[in-house]
Structures are given as structure tokens and as C-alpha cells.
């Protein structure tokens, strides 16, 4: 049965696509079976991995129950996709039911047995998507700037994810906290970094021994639809992202 991993954050801009992708491609490498599933209405992770957003069955349509999950699959070359398009974003205010938080996982439930890994790129949003993906997870990682603005969101997050717990999923873990774009040699960094890891601590989780380095070819790679690997596999930031795989494989992830 595959594991189900959200990558979170409702900021945006902090590489929760690229981070999705990467890790994604990066557990593929190691060869595992990865799926992943866009809910980002923006379809950025879709269009960085050459997937079709139009004409064609998405998420949206699986979750409308008007597509079969298995049918709505993508393989590309770097991981499988359910791809997503601009539809989704009305999804808050079709979506009126009983039940509707757990749409998701139903949805996803005909698949868990043909993957390994199942990576969940939610919105930069908290929105009935964000608690969708949250319901059917196993592990949240959240990606963060080291910045003030991305430790108040963090906050907000925290919330989310426990009224989660209360309501829709216990077992929901968070498994830890990514630096992205991070420089160690600036005093704000490292100054973020602590401050980071307190709120960690109130997560009950951890931050990532893995930091990310910021990097141009990693915006090139996603405009190119190739993943970091296959486009600069000596990059900073390619070696950073296959760090954190590791990383994950030696948690047990």
C-alpha cells in the first residue's frame, strides 16, 4: 500500500511544487512506483511535468465523480500524475456535501495498492483541498522560506492540521519541516532557522537536516518539463533534493 505524503504550505512561493516534484522524481530514481496528484488549481506541477491539463479527465473530474482514478492517470517520464486545471477552483463552493473531506482519499483509495509513494501538491491555500489532502495523507512535509512571513503562516497551518485530527484523521503525522531557498551564511537564515525550529516543536515534529539551496536552473528545469535531475543533475539544488530523499529513506519514509 503506497504511503500518502502532503506537500504543504499555504504561502506561496515557497517551492512546494518544486519540492513535490523533486522528491517525487527523486523516489522514482531510487525506483519506487510515484504517483502524484496536483490540487493546486494553478496546475503549476502539471505543466512542469508535461502532463495534459485539457481535455482530458483531472482531479477535478475525479472528485465530481465523473472520472475513474485509475483512467485519469498520467505516466510520464519523471513520476505518474493525476493532473489538474482552472475548474478547480470553484471546487469550495460545488463542493457543499456531507462528507466532502474525505473525497480524496476515496478517490485514491483504488490506486494505494499499484504505488509506493502517492505525493499530494496541495494549494497555497488552507481551503477544503488542503483538508482533502490532509484526510488522505499518512505524512505532511511543509517546504519554508527562511523568512518572518513563512513562520506566521506556519502558524496558521498548525491549526488546520489539528482540527484534522480531531475531525477527519488522527493518524495524520507531520513529518518535518524543509528550508528552501536557504543560505546558510546570512544572519537572517540562521536566526530563522532557530526560530523555526520552536515552531517545529509545537508541530511536534522536527526540522529537516536537509536545507535546499536557491538555484535558477530548478525554474529552468520546470519551464524545460524536465525534472532537476535529468536537467542539471550536478546542480546545488539537485544534490540538496536527493539528500532529502535520503533522508526520508532513512526515517523510514
Same mark, same amino acid.
Given at each position: ?37 496536483? @490540487? ?12 495534459? &491539463?485539457?481535455?482530458?479527465?483531472? !482531479? ?20 505518474? !500524475? ?45 481551503? !477544503? ?93 520546470? &519551464? ?19 539528500? @532529502? ?9
Amino acid at each position: 500500500m503506497a504511503k500518502i505524503i502532503s506537500v504543504t504550505n499555504q504561502k506561496g512561493g515557497v517551492g512546494k511544487t518544486t519540492t513535490t516534484g523533486a522528491v517525487a522524481a527523486g523516489y522514482k530514481l531510487k525506483g519506487y512506483k510515484v504517483l502524484c496528484v496536483d @490540487l493546486d488549481p494553478q496546475a503549476n506541477l502539471s505543466f512542469s511535468a508535461g502532463a495534459e &491539463t485539457e481535455d482530458c479527465p483531472t !482531479i477535478y473530474e475525479i472528485l465530481k465523480g465523473e472520472s475513474n482514478t485509475s483512467f485519469s492517470i498520467q505516466k510520464m517520464d519523471s513520476f505518474d !500524475i493525476i493532473s489538474s486545471n482552472i475548474l478547480l477552483s470553484g471546487i469550495e463552493l460545488e463542493f457543499t456535501q456531507t462528507g466532502r473531506e474525505y473525497l480524496l482519499k476515496e478517490a485514491l483509495s483504488s490506486v494505494k495498492d499499484k504505488y509506493d509513494y502517492i505525493f499530494l501538491d496541495t494549494p497555497p491555500a488552507l481551503s !477544503i483541498l488542503t483538508v482533502n489532502a490532509f484526510t488522505a495523507s499518512d505524512f505532511i512535509i511543509i517546504p519554508m522560506l527562511a523568512d518572518i512571513f513563512s513562520l506566521q503562516g506556519i502558524a496558521q497551518l498548525s491549526e488546520t492540521i489539528d482540527r484534522v485530527r480531531k475531525y477527519c484523521n488522527s493518524n495524520v503525522k507531520v513529518e518535518g519541516i524543509v528550508l528552501t531557498k536557504f543560505n546558510m551564511r546570512t544572519v537572517l537564515s540562521r536566526e530563522i532557522k532557530g526560530t523555526a525550529e520552536l515552531i517545529a516543536e509545537r508541530l511536534n515534529t522536527e526540522i529537516f537536516n536537509t536545507t535546499i539551496r536557491s538555484s535558477v536552473a530548478v525554474m529552468e528545469a520546470q &519551464t524545460n518539463q524536465l525534472d532537476i535531475y535529468n536537467y542539471s543533475p550536478k546542480n546545488g539544488a539537485a544534490k540538496d533534493y536527493m539528500d @532529502l530523499v535520503e533522508e526520508l529513506i532513512e526515517r523510514g519514509l
